[in-house]
Structures are given as C-alpha cells and as structure tokens.
C-alpha cells in the first residue's frame, strides 16, 4: 500500500516563501514510473491542479502560479517539492500530492497572510 506524506506548510506573509514535500512510502510501488501532481483546494471552492511533473521531468503549471512556483522530484529520495514563492493570500488553500491517477496524501495547509 503506497502512502504519500506532505509537509512543509504553514502561515506565511504575502511576499514569502515556502517548499513543500511529498514523499513516497510503502510496498509495492513504483515512484520513478509515476508523474506526480500538486493540486490545492481553498474553502468554498473546487480542487485544482497546481503543477504537475512527469517521468521525464517535463513540467507544466496553472496560469495562476506561473513564474512563481517550481515542482521539482527527486527520485532516489521519493519525494516531489513545491517551491513557492511571491505567495499572495489568493494562494491560501489546503495542497495535496497526487502520484499517478490515484494515490493522494492528506493534504498540508498553506495559509498566506499579513
């Protein structure tokens, strides 16, 4: 059974910065063969992706976090990062990790605010 952990979030201030992790734990997985997904849900409103990285390391971003977030995976590691910076309070919203079509994490609160 695969489980996937985020951390890293937090409260920070408009203008900050934060990185989030996801890792990868379990038997019988494969994460070196899955493309892995950040997505973010704020209250009152749908899930939606963020930014996403395949196998290969090709990436791809919401028009909204263009220029200011980076994913990024570290295969040996098992891990997926959000690097995200110049956060406005538009970006506070619960984010979760998605590796392939449907393994998630629990989520990690990222709240941005003065």
């Known amino acids: 059974q695969v489980q996937l952990v985020e951390s890293g979030g937090g409260l920070v201030q408009p203008g900050g910065s934060l990185r989030l992790s996801c890792t990868a734990s379990?038997?019988?997985?494969?994460?070196?063969?899955?493309?892995m997904t950040w997505y973010r849900q704020a209250p009152g409103k749908e899930r939606e992706l963020v930014a996403h990285?395949?196998?290969?390391?090709?990436?791809n971003y919401a028009d909204s976090v263009k220029g200011r977030f980076t994913i990024s995976r570290d295969n040996a590691k098992k891990t997926v990062y959000l690097e995200m910076n110049s956060l406005e309070p538009e970006d506070t919203a619960v984010y979760y990790c998605?590796?392939?079509?449907?393994?998630w994490g629990q989520g990690t609160q990222v709240t941005v605010s003065s």
């Open positions: 998605k590796k392939g079509t449907s393994t």
């Open positions: 990285i395949t196998v290969s390391g090709t990436t």
């Open positions: 379990g038997s019988g997985f494969g994460f070196r063969i899955d493309p």
